[in-house]
């Protein structure tokens, strides 16, 4: 029944380490949601009540412009959105609009939490690829930066 969601789960790069009953509860925590092109996921300054994994589809994230929205950045099949804030607690940093018809399977934000307490493993894959966000993010920051 929730095969292709354990699938897909298990190949977003946020969870391909958790052990398999873990992904199997996120599936079947979790809640399948379709958005139309131009549908917003959540909007910048909203709370961060869910994390997002991309089944099909593509998404893009923007931020407030001086006039309009400016996009920095895209999401495809297989990437999860939106984790960021769960894990912070803070509200979101970016709008995330549908670009296409895109399906999702929406994991609430007390799921995840309840995730990393319960199990230390988790924990410790979860950090670990916060991390390397974050490694990441300062390297397009330094590179950027030396242009």
Do not use: W
Not at 46 to 66: C, R
Not at 104 to 127: G, M
């Amino acid at each position: 029944m929730l095969t292709r969601e354990v699938e897909i789960l298990q190949k977003a790069p946020l969870f391909r380490k958790l052990p398999a009953g873990r992904i199997k509860l996120l599936a079947y925590a979790g809640e399948l949601m379709t958005y139309e092109a131009g549908d917003y996921l959540f909007r910048h300054g909203d709370p961060s009540d869910a994390a997002y994994t991309i089944f099909d589809g593509d998404v893009e994230a923007t931020i407030p412009g001086p006039e309009e929205d400016v996009v920095v950045g895209q999401f495809g099949a297989g990437e999860v959105v939106g984790e960021v804030g769960v894990f912070t607690g803070n509200p979101r940093s970016v709008s995330i609009r549908a670009r296409t018809r895109t399906n999702v399977l929406r994991i609430p934000a007390e799921v995840l939490t309840d995730l990393i307490h319960d199990c230390p493993a988790c924990a410790a894959s979860i950090t670990a690829f916060m991390a390397g966000l974050v490694e990441r993010l300062i390297d397009r920051v330094s590179v950027a930066s030396h242009h």
